[in-house]
């Protein structure tokens, strides 16, 4: 089974840029695109979404979408990538064309984030990143700011995706793929998979938050009606959504929600004395109820009852 997966649109629209410069009449050049990609976590996984994940984390990641950049700022050679701007307006303008593409699919679909793919059309049947794994004018230098800020996110583990062509009859490309994370090395991690625009890990990466979807006002509207005490305490990287809720005496359950709720089958919890400022361990919740009907009243009764357990 694969690790890193692409639907099919977003295969298709990046192998027409890779051919594109592959082919240019005044010599073959690399190509380089944004992705949108998310990922889904193990069910064994139970961090908390302010936790560092890392690949043991992390069942599979999926390309949704690429963004082709506008070409003529391109500049590209035979074994680099290079964009160039006159003045300040033109880099105005790329920065504008690039967030009118990512900010309303960042908006829509929370639990994705920004990645990078490029090509190298002078390999066959295997590549890796430039200068691997060391510091300098390379590819190393590129990725490193990116897992940085992915860090910050909360995911240690970024995905690398390179292109070249194909060994294979049915196909002209295929890509490789490689991981990045805090030993600060490529890793990698075999050829990337396509899969149908209508697979359901499509429909699992691309989960909208539980508020715009119908009747998720509604429903946080009664939580907050049934519990006096309830509180989103926040939205958290990738698309998780948390609430704050104050039982008994000197005792908070903290609820997590993830992206994909109300279609997913637990939600995390965690509890936390401040009397004694100790907190318990992760749990997990199982939603056993359909869609909305979910209620956290349900689980603060359980944590009543159960009372704190590390």
């Known amino acids: 089974m694969a690790l890193i997966y692409i639907t099919r649109s977003a295969w298709q629209k990046a192998v027409a840029e890779v051919e594109f410069y592959a082919n240019d009449p005044k010599g073959s050049k690399e190509a380089a695109m944004h992705a949108m990609f998310g990922f889904k976590r193990k069910d064994c996984s139970w961090k908390m979404p302010w936790e560092i994940l890392d690949l043991s984390d992390i069942q599979y990641y999926l390309i949704t979408h690429v963004w082709v950049p506008p070409r003529k700022y391109t500049k590209h050679k035979a074994t680099s990538v290079n964009f160039v701007f006159k003045n300040e307006f033109e880099l105005e303008d790329f920065k504008i064309q690039f967030n009118l593409w990512k900010n309303p699919l960042a908006s829509r679909y929370p639990a994705l984030d920004i990645g990078y793919i490029h090509s190298h059309q002078f390999a066959t049947g295997f590549t890796m990143p430039s200068g691997l794994n060391v510091k300098g004018k390379t590819d190393y ?27 294979k009859k049915d196909s002209d490309w295929e890509a490789c793929s490689y991981i990045f994370d805090s030993e600060n090395k490529f890793k990698y991690q075999g050829y990337i998979e396509i899969i149908p625009d209508d697979d359901p890990k499509v429909d699992e990466i691309l989960c909208r938050s539980y508020s715009s979807l ?89 944590v009543k009852v159960k009372g704190y357990e590390r």
């Open 214 to 302: 119908p009747g998720g006002s509604l429903w946080r509207w009664r939580q907050n009606t049934q519990l006096s005490d309830c509180i989103e305490h926040g939205k958290y990287n990738f698309g998780w959504q948390g609430f704050q809720i104050r039982y008994l005496e000197n005792n908070i359950l903290y609820v997590l929600l993830p992206p994909n709720f109300p279609n997913c089958n637990s939600v995390l919890y965690k509890t936390f004395n401040e009397k004694g400022n100790y907190w318990s361990s992760t749990k997990l919740w199982p939603k056993k109820e359909f869609g909305f009907r979910f209620q956290l009243r349900d689980l603060v009764d359980f």
């Open 141 to 167: 230098s590129r990725v490193y700011p990116f897992w940085q800020q992915m860090r910050n996110r909360g995911l240690d583990a970024v995905p690398e995706v390179i292109f070249c062509k194909s060994r």
